[in-house]
């Protein structure tokens, strides 16, 4: 595959992505599209994700938002943990905390569950302006549900989720690279209850999320760079 052809069907498949995400979430998720629509409308008039961006300095590009506060990134986040009310979710990877903050507005939203988050700062490729600490977007009000582990995730991620036991969510976003992607995914999957949900970020770096899909047999969608799988429900 040529860059030319690379760069025209990614181009393709981000804005097949914006023109409906909404859709392709709802059919995922087996919710009515007006459930969803529900949860980006709430989510739209709350301001937050304004007040995020603005906080972080986040330059958005009206017709080609692929920052971390694009509907289908950080946002859907909000909107799935509001549908399936995660008693605990996973997430390996924070930096200034996006996907962490939104995450954490959903359960609060909820007034229930916890995020337990792994972050190794200072590595090749951290984007942490000089002077701040993993996590600092993230609104003080919201960090109460909020456990923060500093480290690598192959030392991290197996203690933590023998004892948390089963998990609802787990969200990748550290290192990307496919071993990393791979370890990630299978340490988690033992410990998603039934109808829970691996989610990815920037999939397009690999192929990892769609080859540990095949292997398992997951039900999955992309919307771009995201990746969603879900676990079977007990009977399904």
């Given at each position: ?7 025209a ?19 995922f ?11 980006y409308r ?7 994700i304004?007040?995020m ?12 938002d692929?920052?971390s506060?694009?509907?289908f990134r950080?946002p859907?986040?909000?909107v ?5 009310r995660p008693e ?16 954490l507005?959903?359960?609060?939203r ?6 337990y988050?792994i972050d ?11 002077g701040k ?5 993230i609104?003080?009000?919201?960090k109460?549900r909020?456990?923060?582990a500093?480290g ?13 036991g089963k ?27 039934a109808?829970g949900?691996?989610?990815a ?9 769609r080859?540990f ?7 999955n969608t992309?919307l771009?760079?995201?990746?969603l799988?879900r676990?079977k429900?007990?009977?399904?």
């Amino acid at each position: 595959m040529n860059r030319q052809f690379l760069r025209a069907y990614k181009l393709w498949d981000y804005f097949l992505a914006r023109l409906c995400y909404k859709q392709r979430l709802a059919r995922f998720l087996g919710v009515n599209l007006l459930e969803i629509k529900k949860y980006y409308r709430e989510l739209r008039e709350s301001g937050f994700i304004e007040t995020m961006a603005e906080n972080s300095n986040i330059y958005r590009i009206p017709l080609m938002d692929l920052s971390s506060v694009s509907f289908f990134r950080a946002p859907m986040l909000y909107v799935i943990c509001r549908i399936i009310r995660p008693e605990k979710v996973v997430e390996t990877g924070v930096e200034r905390g996006m996907s962490t903050a939104f995450i954490l507005y959903a359960l609060e939203r909820n007034s229930r569950g916890r995020l337990y988050s792994i972050d190794w700062p200072n590595q090749t490729g951290e984007k942490l302006d000089e002077g701040k600490v993993t996590g600092w977007a993230i609104p003080d009000g919201l960090k109460q549900r909020w456990l923060l582990a500093l480290g690598a995730s192959a030392e991290k991620l197996p203690p933590l989720l023998a004892d948390l036991g089963k998990i609802d969510l787990f969200f990748h976003d550290s290192d990307h690279s496919y071993e990393n992607m791979m370890f990630e995914f299978g340490a988690a999957i033992a410990h998603i209850s039934a109808g829970g949900i691996i989610a990815a970020d920037d999939i397009i770096d690999s192929g990892a999320f769609r080859d540990f899909c095949r292997q398992q047999q997951l039900k999955n969608t992309h919307l771009f760079k995201v990746g969603l799988a879900r676990v079977k429900k007990n009977g399904a």
